[in-house]
């Protein structure tokens, strides 16, 4: 039985709100947490979005009207809760208006680090007023890199956190969190800055994601690959500093949660279908051409994308390569995602000129997310770097099979596919290249028409595990190492 008291602190969870892994991970880690019977309990913002929706929420009747000191100022925030469903973990947010009733989850507003130096703040208060030091404080990216300084300084006089030990996962390194060193006085570390990468202060800088590497216990990322890269080329400049910290610093794959994305029982898709039962792939792949206005495929593969359009994840590769691939296969391309205006430029001009074979439906879209993984043949992510990537594991498990490149979480759960030994579940290349992507994609298209050895490819995918039954323990044996 679980014994551990762990605070979870992120900017995101799903379903309320979701912008790319990280909301999946803060609901799917945390209830495996909680299934093995550790007291976790979740804490994000109460984001406009989630509070126009907040119908079952309620007050926390003794954590209301609580302060916490930032920019000069007497901050108050209210705690909501909702009723916990079944195998939920308790679930928190932070009732801050002045910072949280904005349009979106991330803005571009000048007070963006401060949004999130209150988010650690408040949760620090929180526990104080639940009377609760937890052994584990888990923080997640740059938005909450300030909490382990902050626990070791404004709140070090409190002997509630004595023992509690601080773990921060870093989820994506390309997002750090740097500000000017003005905004110091404003996050409440004035009397702290001796306790700063000097180095960053002296180039008029505070960068949370550093901060969080000198001071949490315990350094995670979320796949093996990713966290070797990180402490070398992919280092974007924390490399040094990590490798600094290598002893503390580990790779976790992140865990799918198969209880959302299973085609058994997906309610997003009108077929259900299993690695069993194939009947249903093909059906949802009709409802999908069709929904997407796309030429009806009996024989040609269709590439699926579902993706933030960030630079990060590759998709500048295909402006060579997926016109040609257009031009000349048959084939047909569903995307959706949104981001930089010239990658959706790039999609748009895509479905412009090749009507009937390509679609790019620009937007968030849950339903249509797993209907694509369902629909598809083939799931596209060319990654530049992918720290874990979800959707090619969600892929597998939809026998979708993914095309991807050689690196990060990618390279750790996609194994390339021999047509010798028909192992292998994927296709992965190596050159961030449009002639790289272009080997993978080709091979793939060349298995695809080998329809019986294609769904062995398929299955070999759909037979994989990534559940967080498997490498949620990883978890857990770190937090009791670093409670012992
Ligand atoms: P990242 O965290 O870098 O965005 P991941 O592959 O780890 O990439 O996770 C992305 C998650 O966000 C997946 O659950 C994916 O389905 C979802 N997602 C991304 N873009 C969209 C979109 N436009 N509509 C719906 N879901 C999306």
């Known amino acids: 039985?679980?014994?551990?008291?762990?605070?979870?602190?992120?900017?995101?969870?799903?379903?309320?709100?979701?912008?790319?892994?990280?909301?999946?991970?803060?609901?799917?880690?945390?209830?495996?947490?909680?299934?093995?019977?550790?007291?976790?309990?979740?804490?994000?913002?109460?984001?406009?979005?989630?509070?126009?929706?907040?119908?079952?929420?309620y007050p926390v009747d003794f954590a209301q009207g609580t302060t916490v000191r930032l920019a000069g100022e007497d901050i108050s925030f209210d705690l909501y809760t909702r009723p916990a469903g079944e195998g939920e973990p308790a679930l928190y947010f932070v009732h801050c208006p002045r910072f949280f009733q904005r349009d979106g989850i991330y803005t571009g507003d000048p007070d963006e680090h401060l949004r999130f130096a209150f988010l650690s703040l408040a949760v620090l208060a929180s526990c104080q007023r639940m009377g609760w030091g937890p052994q584990i404080v888990h923080c997640n990216d740059w938005q909450t890199g300030l909490l382990p300084l902050y626990l070791k300084t404004l709140f070090s006089w409190d002997s509630l956190f004595q023992r509690t030990k601080t773990v921060y996962t870093i989820h994506n390194i390309g997002y750090q969190g740097v500000v000017g060193s003005d905004a110091v006085e404003g996050l409440q570390l004035g009397q702290y800055r001796h306790l700063l990468h000097q180095g960053d202060l002296g180039e008029g800088r505070v960068n949370f994601m550093k901060t969080a590497i000198l001071y949490a216990d315990v350094l995670t990322t979320v796949s093996p690959t990713y966290a070797r890269e990180i402490q070398d080329h992919q280092g974007m400049g924390l490399q040094d500093l990590l490798r600094s910290r290598s002893q503390s610093v580990v790779g976790i794959l992140n865990g799918v949660d198969y209880e959302e994305w299973s085609p058994e029982k997906d309610p997003h898709i009108p077929h259900p279908y299993s690695r069993d039962d194939l009947e249903g792939k093909f059906e949802n792949r009709e409802v999908l051409l069709e929904k997407l206005g796309l030429q009806p495929a009996e024989d040609a593969p269709v590439v699926g994308i579902v993706s933030r359009l960030a630079s990060q994840k590759g998709f500048e590769l295909l402006f060579e390569a997926m016109p040609w691939f257009l031009t000349n296969h048959d084939m047909r391309l569903a995307v959706l995602g949104s981001g930089e205006p010239r990658l959706e430029g790039f999609f748009q001009s895509l479905q412009g000129r090749y009507p009937?074979?390509?679609?790019?439906?620009?937007g968030y879209n849950e339903d249509l997310a797993h209907l694509i993984e369902a629909g598809s043949d083939i799931f596209l992510m060319p990654s530049k770097y992918e720290p874990c990537g979800l959707n090619q594991m969600y892929s597998l498990r939809y026998g979708t099979v993914p095309v991807v490149r050689n690196t990060g979480g990618l390279a750790d759960t996609v194994q390339q596919y021999n047509p010798e030994t028909r192992l292998g579940t994927g296709f992965l290349f190596d050159h961030y290249t449009s002639e790289g992507v272009g080997w993978a994609l080709g091979f793939a298209m060349r298995v695809f028409v080998r329809r019986a050895e294609w769904r062995d490819l398929m299955r070999n995918g759909m037979s994989q595990d990534f559940s967080w039954e498997r490498q949620g323990n990883k978890y857990i044996e770190l937090y009791r190492r670093l409670c012992a």
């Not at 605070?7 to 979701?18: D, G, H, I, R, T």
């Not at 009937?356 to 620009?362: L, N």
């Open 356 to 362: 009937g074979k390509a679609c790019y439906f620009r």
């Open 1 to 57: 039985m679980g014994d551990l008291g762990i605070a979870f602190v992120a900017s995101e969870l799903a379903p309320y709100a979701k912008v790319g892994g990280l909301g999946d991970v803060a609901s799917s880690l945390p209830a495996f947490l909680h299934r093995k019977g550790h007291d976790v309990r979740v804490f994000v913002p109460l984001y406009s979005r989630i509070y126009d929706h907040a119908n079952d929420f």
